[in-house]
Each structure stands twice: as C-alpha cells, then as structure tokens.
C-alpha cells in the first residue's frame, strides 16, 4: 500500500486493530478483486449518462462520459498490470484500485447530485437506481477495509442526498431523512463480513500452522518440510543441503522413564538444534527421534561442520526429564549436498538418509557425508530399503 500512504489514505485501507502483516496482506488482496463488476457498474453509468444526454442538452453529461471511459480504461489497465505481477510471483500494491474506487465513486456522486437537482423525473429514478446498486456493489467488493468502503459510500450517497434537496420536488428531500439509517445499516452489513473474513483467514492460518508443524516441538513436521522443499523444487541454481538427524539411545530412555520423559527429551533436542543452526536454515522434526535440518547456498565443509557442531550440541549435557532424573542422549548426523551429491530434492534428501546410516553403522555419535556406494548391490539395496522406509514413517 506504498502508494496509498504517500497519499495519505493507507489507514483506511488497513484493519483495527492490525491482525498482522500476512492476513493484513490477504485483506490487501480482496480490494483488488472482481474488476469484471467494476467494469459492470461502469457500464450502467454509461447507460444512465446515455439517456441524460439524450434528454438534456448540458454539456456537463458529455464531460461525465468522458471521465467515465478514461476511468473504465485505466482499471482495464490496472487489472492487467495486476494479473502479470502476480503471474510473476511479484509484489502487488492495491494502492492504484483503490484510487480509481475512489475516484470513481466520486465521479458517481457528481453525476448524481447534477441529475438529483435537476428536474427530469426519469433521470432521477435511474440515478437512485445506480447508486442503490453502486452501494451493494461497494458493500460487496471492499468489506476487507471498512473504514475505506464507508468513505466510498459517503462520497455517492451525500451528493446524491444533497442534490434532491436541490431538486423542484419538496419531498424528495425525504431521502435525507432515510440517509442515516441506510448508511448505519451498510456499515453494519460491512463490518459483519469484515468480521467473518477475518475470522475465516486466521483460522486459515491457524489451521496451516497446525498442518505444517509438530504439535511437541513447535518446529516443522513433515508436512511442512515437504511443503518448503516443494517450493525449492524449481529453483536449481542454488546450492542446497540436507543435514539428518537420529538420536542415539533415545528408545533405552522411553523404555526406562515413560512416552513423557522421551517428550521432554525431543523438546529440548528441537531447542539444541534451533540454537545451532539459527536463521541460517530450517529444522523439521521428521517422526519420533529423527530430525532435518535443510540448508541453502552453502559449501561442502560448512555443511559439515554444521553437521559435527549439531551432533555434539544435542549430545552435550545432561537433560532433566524429572527432579533428580537427568538423561543423556547422543545423535548420528548424514548429509548430502545439492549439486555435488544429488540434482533434485527427492535426491537429496534420500542420500542424506543413507549418509546418516552410514554414520550408525560407523558406530554412531559422527557426521557423515553420502558417498557413492563400493559395497555388494545387495548391501545397497537394504540401505535404501532403510532409508525409504525411515522416509515413511508416520511422525510421531
């Protein structure tokens, strides 16, 4: 909404109090909606202005098509510049259909309030016309912002309102009495959707955050993990890695201490690792004991002392799974790299596996990197076996 602040009504735009940058986004988004009903109200304006120009011979009715058609072409315009920024994955600012609403309600409410005070009776009924449709078409496209779709409604229906109190006809001044509850019953129609759109994107997001993470650990789950990867799929000029992880000695403490020592035990390894690897890559709990932890544009040897540093963080200290009841656990690190050791995702992450179990069969507690087999094809064919089936395990 960069554009919009620099003219001073982005505050309309935005929701009180903010529901964050992500749903505010999404809100953003519905303003930019429906361009074919824009264009629709455009175009029973055209008619009404037809017919004016037809019963009048003011030329004030000329000026209103002209402005009509530029604006009609300019959301034209604006709508195809939207819909090739948003084919090219980039950032688009609503800022620009906003102000054409905005200019185009006032346009309407010009119209309006000259036909309004005039006295051609027919003129007058197909004006209340559009503007009763124009307000639902306004409800109906810019709740996201209520503050934004009042203004919209203020700037046809106050004109329209003003110009019959012009007009030769007394009791069209009525509608000035009418004005205030039909503006107090559209807000409360835009405030209600507002309300239930809100509610809607955030249990959209609630339920996303739930699908893509571990209820235990708070990190990534499998879902998520696959989900990030997928995004990454289409981008092969960057160098990646993947970093497995499997904890040494974790089922001798579920046996001895219980399911919630080992839960307390797989909280405080997600913390290790999260500390560790920081905001230079992304940590999934892949089920039970076995972690990920993916990595982009870096070197063989720093994912190696990633790896290393990983390993001996989580097996250092003791932890406290109950009051005098400290447990240690030690883990086994694999990875592989993108491009040296594999060319896709799928790859990648199947030959970190196999790293990693060539790090236990090494005796554990090491990092180790893929290697391309030299043993017996039948010594290959149980490692992927092992590695496939510790790719489909259900996360615990």
């Not at 505010?24 to 009903?37: E, H, I, M, T, W």
């Not at 120009?53 to 000026?63: H, K, M, Q, T």
């Not at 992304?282 to 544009?297: H, I, N, Q």
Request: hydrophobic residues 50%.
């Amino acid at each position: 909404m960069s554009a919009a602040d620099r003219l001073g009504i982005g505050r309309l735009l935005r929701s009180a109090p903010s529901p964050g940058a992500d749903i505010q986004g999404r809100l953003y988004a519905q303003l930019g909606g429906s361009p074919a009903a824009a264009l629709m109200g455009s175009l029973c304006a055209l008619v009404v202005l037809a017919v004016a120009i037809y019963r009048s011979s003011a030329p004030v009715f000329v000026v209103f098509v002209a402005l009509e058609i530029v604006l009609a072409f300019a959301r034209i315009a604006e709508s195809r510049w939207r819909t090739r920024r948003k084919a090219e994955c980039l950032s688009i600012d609503v800022s620009w259909s906003a102000l054409f609403s905005l200019l185009w309600c006032s346009l309407q409410g010009a119209v309006a309030f000259v036909i309004m005070s005039g006295d051609d009776p027919v003129l007058q009924v197909l004006s209340a016309t559009l503007v009763t449709a124009a307000l639902g078409l306004i409800c109906a496209r810019n709740y996201a912002a209520p503050n934004f779709a009042t203004l919209l409604l203020l700037l046809m229906d106050v004109p329209f309102a003003a110009g019959a109190v012009l007009a030769d006809a007394p009791l069209l001044s009525v509608i000035v009495i009418l004005t205030p509850p039909f503006m107090f019953g559209a807000r409360q129609i835009i405030t209600t959707f507002h309300g239930t759109l809100l509610k809607s994107l955030k249990a959209e997001k609630e339920n996303l955050y739930l699908a893509y993470h571990d209820s235990l650990t708070g990190i990534l789950n499998r879902q998520g993990m696959d989900h990030h990867l997928a995004k990454l799929a289409n981008e092969p000029t960057h160098t990646m890695a993947i970093v497995s992880l499997d904890l040494d000695g974790f089922k001798a403490i579920n046996d001895e201490y219980g399911h919630g020592a080992g839960d307390t035990v797989l909280v405080e390894v997600a913390r290790r690792i999260e500390a560790v690897v920081g905001t230079r890559g992304v940590v999934a709990r892949m089920g039970g004991d076995e972690f990920m932890v993916l990595v982009r544009d870096c070197g063989i040897e720093h994912v190696r002392a990633l790896g290393e540093k990983l390993v001996e963080r989580i097996s250092e200290g003791a932890i406290p799974v109950a009051t005098d009841v400290p447990v240690r656990v030690g883990a086994s690190a694999g990875f592989a790299c993108i491009p040296q050791d594999a060319l896709t995702t799928h790859e990648l992450r199947i030959r970190a596996d196999m790293a990693l179990y060539d790090a236990k069969d090494a005796g554990k507690h090491t990092c180790r990197r893929f290697r391309q087999p030299d043993r017996p094809i039948g010594d290959l064919n149980a490692k992927l076996r092992r590695a496939f089936s510790r790719g489909s395990r259900v996360a615990g």
